[in-house]
C-alpha cells in the first residue's frame, strides 16, 4: 500500500480517536444528578450544557429563534442521528417529529432536567440513536427565561423541590401558558416560529401541578379527544393515551390523567381539563398536532417526579416512533376531514351521561378543624391510602356550531390580527381594487366581561352575535383568506367572535363596542317624528313596541334611542365585527 495513503489512514483514525477521547473526557453529568435529585441548574447553565453538548456530538444542534420579553432569544435544540445544520432541514425533514416545552413555568423545573438528561443519553447510547434513527427531536430547553431569571425558594408554596427555581410570571409578569392564541408576548410570537418550523406530529409541554393530594406522582394531560375531533381525536383517545399508559405500568409507574379538583377530594369524580386554544396543547391542536402535557405531582420529591417525567418522555418517543407513519396520515387528512363537514363546534361542555371509570389511587381526605384559623380545613390522611372507583368525565359535546364558510374577509386596519394570522402561517390575499361583495355580515349582540384582569385583558365570554347579508366594498389592501388551507381550524377558532378564545373575546376589537357619534335629544326630535312619518314600517314597529314593553313604554330617552338607531344617523361600524364571511 502506498506510505501516503497509509499516514492518511493513520492521521483519520488519530483524529476520530482523539474526537472519542475528548467526548469520553467531558462530563455532562446534570446539576440534578449531582445533587442527588434536589436541584436544578440556573438558566445559563442550562444553555452552557446544551451548547458543549452540540459541540460535542454531531447529533445536536442548538439554534436561536427570536425575542422573549427578557431580551434573550429562545434556544431549540435539535437531535437527529445524522446531525441537522440548519433551520431549512428541520422544516424540510421527513422523519418522526416531536417538540418539547419546558420552563413554561419555571418554577416546574421537572422536564428541563429531565430533557438534558435524555438528550446526553441520546448521544452517549448507540441502542437509543438506533432505536430513534427515524426521530427529530426537538426541545426548548426553557421558554420562559424571564420567569427562569427571577429564581428564588419560596413562591411555589406548595411543592417539594428543587432547592431553587424561577417564577411562574415571565418577564412582563405574565403567565405564558394563557398567552399561546392572543400571543402578547414575544415569548409566544416566537414559540410560533419554533412550532411552524417543527411541524411536530407529537408536543409535549412539562409541567406539574396543584391540587388534591394523591398517590400518583405523575399525571397526563392529553388535548381533549372530542376537540381534537376526526379520526385523529380517536386516535389519540383509543391508542396513543392507552398506549402511554401501558408502557409506563410497564415500568412499574403509576400514572392517571390529570386530576382537575380543586377544594374537594377526587372521589365524587372529576372532569378532563379542556385545554382552549389559549393553552399550549390547545394551540397546536389548531394545527393537527397531537398534544400532551405532563403535570407531575407537586408534593413528591423532586428526583421521583423528573425520574418518571424523563421515562414518560421515553415512551412518548417509542410510541410517536412505533406509529409515524399512521400519525404522519392521519394530520395530513385532518384539515379536509373539518371542510368535509359543514359545521364546526366551537364551544364544548362536559358530556354528564357518559363517563368512563378509573381505577384510582387516592387518600381519605375529610374536612378537619384548622390550627391556624378558626375554619375548617381539608386534610388528606396518607395513613390511609386506598384505590377506588372513580367517575371520570372525559367525554365532551359541542354546545354552539357554526357554518363553516367558503372564506373570510379581514379589512386591513386590524393590524394586530393580520400579523398573527401571518405569523401562524395563514394564507391570504389583498384586494387589488376596491371591490363590492356580498358577505355575511356580524354585529354582536351580547357579551359579558370579567370584572378583573386577566392576563392583561377584560375577557370577554357569553359572547353572541347577529348576523346579516349586506353588499360591502372592501377597499384595495383589505385581505381575502380562503378557510381550504391547513390552518382552518386556526381561523374558525380566532375569526368566530363567538368561539372561547375568539380574537374578539380577547379585545381585539373593543373598539368596535364604542359608540362614537351621538346626538342632542332636543335636536334629534323633529328628524324623529318626520322620520317616523316617512317609515311606516318602523312606526308600527315603535308603536308595537310601547304597547308590549312597559320598560320601553316609560323610557323617553330608550323610545328615541330606537328611533336613532333605526335611522341612517346612526353609525354602521358600531357593534359591526370587521370580519366578513363569503358562504
Known amino acids: 500500500m ?62 436561536t429563534f427570536g425575542e422573549t420579553d427578557s431580551g434573550k432569544p429562545l434556544h431549540l435544540v ?19 417529529r416531536i417538540l418539547i416545552n419546558n420552563g413554561i413555568h419555571p418554577g416546574e423545573s421537572d ?35 424571564g420567569g427562569a431569571l427571577n429564581r428564588n425558594s419560596h413562591t411555589r408554596a406548595n411543592q417539594n423541590g428543587p432547592l431553587e427555581y424561577g417564577f411562574r410570571g415571565n418577564a412582563r409578569n405574565y403567565d405564558l401558558n394563557r398567552d399561546f392564541i392572543k400571543q402578547d408576548t414575544k415569548n409566544a410570537a416566537t414559540f410560533a416560529k419554533i412550532f411552524h418550523t417543527v411541524n411536530p406530529d407529537v408536543f409535549i409541554d412539562n409541567h406539574v401541578s396543584n391540587g388534591a393530594d394523591y398517590q400518583y406522582a405523575i399525571t397526563h394531560l392529553f388535548t381533549q379527544h372530542n376537540k381534537l375531533g376526526g379520526n385523529l381525536g380517536k386516535f389519540l383517545q383509543n391508542e396513543m393515551r392507552p398506549k402511554l399508559e401501558a408502557s409506563l405500568e ?49 408534593l413528591k420529591p423532586y428526583k ?9 418522555l421515553f415512551s412518548a418517543f417509542d410510541f410517536a416512533e412505533e406509529n409515524s407513519k399512521t400519525i404522519k396520515e392521519l394530520r395530513a387528512k385532518a384539515s379536509q376531514e373539518i371542510l368535509a363537514q359543514k359545521n364546526y363546534p366551537i364551544q364544548f361542555k362536559v358530556d354528564r351521561e357518559n363517563y368512563s371509570t378509573l381505577n384510582f389511587k387516592g387518600y ?33 359535546v359541542a354546545s354552539k356550531e357554526i357554518a363553516i364558510p367558503k372564506a373570510y374577509i379581514v379589512q386591513q386596519g386590524w393590524h394586530a390580527v393580520i400579523e398573527r394570522l401571518t405569523l401562524n402561517n395563514i394564507a391570504f390575499t389583498r384586494f387589488k381594487k376596491d371591490t363590492t361583495i356580498a358577505v355575511t355580515v356580524n354585529h354582536i349582540k351580547d357579551f359579558e366581561s370579567r370584572k378583573s ?55 381585539f376589537f373593543d373598539t368596535i363596542l364604542q359608540q362614537k357619534e351621538g ?26 313596541k310601547l304597547a308590549t314593553d312597559k320598560t320601553f313604554a316609560n323610557a323617553p330617552r330608550m323610545q328615541l334611542n330606537f328611533i336613532y338607531k333605526n335611522s341612517p344617523h346612526y353609525e354602521k361600524a358600531h357593534l359591526r365585527l370587521p370580519i366578513f364571511k363569503i358562504y
Request: with cysteine; charged share 25%.
Open 250 to 298: 410497564a415500568k412499574n409507574i403509576n400514572i392517571t390523567p390529570y386530576v382537575n379538583v380543586w377544594g374537594t377530594t377526587p372521589e365524587a369524580g372529576f372532569s378532563q381539563f379542556f385545554d382552549s386554544p389559549r393553552y399550549s396543547t390547545g394551540y397546536t391542536t389548531l394545527f393537527n398536532t397531537l398534544g400532551l402535557m405532563v403535570e407531575t405531582h407537586m
Open 453 to 507: 384582569p386577566y392576563e392583561g385583558h377584560y375577557l370577554h365570554y357569553n359572547t353572541t352575535v347577529l348576523p346579516s347579508t349586506a353588499n360591502i366594498t372592501f377597499k384595495k389592501g383589505d385581505i381575502y383568506i380562503d378557510v381550504h388551507q391547513n390552518g382552518v381550524r386556526y381561523l374558525l377558532e380566532t375569526l368566530e367572535a363567538e368561539a372561547t378564545d375568539s380574537f374578539f373575546n380577547w379585545n
Open 111 to 145: 422536564g428541563i432536567d429531565a430533557s438534558m438528561m435524555l438528550l446526553r443519553d441520546l448521544v452517549q447510547k448507540d441502542s437509543l440513536q438506533k432505536k430513534y434513527q427515524n426521530s427529530l427531536i426537538c426541545v426548548i430547553p426553557v421558554y420562559n427565561i
Open 2 to 63: 502506498n506510505k501516503s495513503i497509509l499516514l492518511l489512514i493513520s492521521l483519520v483514525f488519530f483524529i476520530v480517536s482523539c474526537d472519542k477521547k475528548t467526548s469520553e473526557n467531558k462530563d455532562f453529568t446534570t446539576l440534578f444528578e449531582k445533587s442527588n435529585g434536589t436541584e436544578t441548574p440556573e438558566y445559563e447553565e442550562v444553555i452552557a450544557f446544551y451548547k458543549e453538548l452540540s459541540e460535542t456530538y454531531d447529533e445536536i444542534s442548538l439554534f
Open 304 to 312: 421521583i417526579r423528573v425520574e418518571q417525567t424523563y421515562e414518560l
Open 78 to 96: 435539535v437531535y437527529n442521528k445524522e446531525g441537522i445544520y440548519n433551520i431549512s432541514e428541520i422544516k424540510n425533514a421527513t422523519k418522526n
Open 364 to 396: 381519605e381526605g375529610q374536612e378537619i378543624a384548622s390550627k391556624v384559623t378558626n375554619g375548617k380545613r381539608l386534610f388528606y390522611d396518607r395513613s390511609k391510602p386506598f384505590e377506588k372507583k372513580v367517575k371520570y368525565y372525559d367525554e365532551f
Open 519 to 544: 346626538y342632542s335629544d332636543y335636536v334629534f326630535e323633529d328628524f324623529a317624528e318626520k322620520y317616523l312619518l316617512e317609515n311606516p314600517v318602523l312606526q308600527k314597529q315603535f308603536n308595537d
